[in-house]
């Protein structure tokens, strides 16, 4: 069963302090959702059923920033797996596997999903469905 894969993206450019790089993303998305959390800030505690080709699996493109993901596949018990993250990369979350992050700095990433299709495959921990 595929949880969670972290890709480094592939610079294809450095000059005098300037970076460029390029990833390949998985299907299509209705929308991008760009967001900013503040260091100590936690965010997720969640997981997706995969109804929507967004979320399955979900992709963060995060740009800016350092975070340590959490991640089980016990959607109602503790997490059991954590790795750190550092920017420029590309998380893939699998469906039926909880996570969060919590931003060891400030952040600023792009989830490639669309609200509608985010609130429609999202559970969270002891809701009633």
């Known amino acids: 069963m595929n949880t ?45 059923e995969g109804i929507s080709k967004s979320k399955d699996p979900e992709e963060l493109l995060l740009v800016k920033g350092i975070l340590r993901l959490d991640w089980t596949t016990d959607l109602e018990g503790a997490y ?11 998380i893939r979350v699998y469906p039926l596997v909880k996570h969060r992050i919590e931003a060891l700095e400030d952040l600023c990433f792009v989830e490639f999903n669309s609200l509608e299709e985010h609130a429609k495959d999202t559970k969270y921990p002891g809701a009633t469905s």
Do not use: C, M
Request: proline share 4%; no cysteine; glycine share 10%.
């Open 80 to 90: 059991t797996e954590s790795t750190r993250v550092q920017a420029p990369a590309l």
């Open 4 to 48: 969670v894969v972290v890709l480094e993206l592939d610079l294809i450019n450095e000059k005098e302090g300037n970076t460029t790089y390029t990833f390949l993303g998985y299907g299509p998305s209705q929308g991008r959702i760009l967001a900013f959390r503040e260091k100590g800030s936690i965010s997720g505690n969640h997981w997706h």
